[in-house]
Nanobody, 123 residues
Framework: VQLQASGGGLVQAGGSLRLSCAASGFTLDDYAIGWFRQAPGNEREGVLCISSRGSNIYYVNSVKGRFTISRDNAKNTVYLQMNSLKPEDTAVYYC?????????????????WGSGTLVTVSS
């Protein structure tokens, strides 16, 4: 059972990135998938989540209107589309899966975690 987050990189402010969270060893269909981030010197925070039914739930107001999550069940992958990126979005981003299907901003609710991918937004 494994989650693999990828797609991070260096981007200028105002740019876009799409992060991927690919699962192996289990099927993501019935899981809620959360994206978390941890900036240097900060605690990890829940950013947003997609429920098993496909609803986007936001935990950080500043990303509303800029970040969206989508699923591709055929590829067993969840995507985080990040637009209009800001320097304050710089962090390591992690995806996590909750087999109980509901979203939560608490990391302890999630069963599986990806390894993280670094997003750096330059001003």
């Amino acid at each position: 059972v494994q989650l693999q987050a990828s797609g991070g990189g260096l981007v200028q402010a105002g740019g876009s990135l799409r992060l991927s969270c690919a699962a192996s060893g289990f099927t993501l269909d019935d899981y809620a998938i959360g994206w978390f981030r941890q900036a240097p010197g900060n605690e990890r925070e829940g950013v947003l989540c997609i429920s098993s039914r496909g609803s986007n739930i936001y935990y950080v107001n500043s990303v509303k209107g800029r970040f969206t999550i989508s699923r591709d069940n055929a590829k067993n992958t969840v995507y985080l589309q990040m637009n209009s990126l800001k320097p304050e979005d710089t962090a390591v981003y992690y995806c996590a899966a909750n087999q109980r299907s509901y979203c939560s901003s608490y990391g302890s609710r999630y069963d599986y975690w990806g390894s993280g991918t670094l997003v750096t937004v330059s001003s």
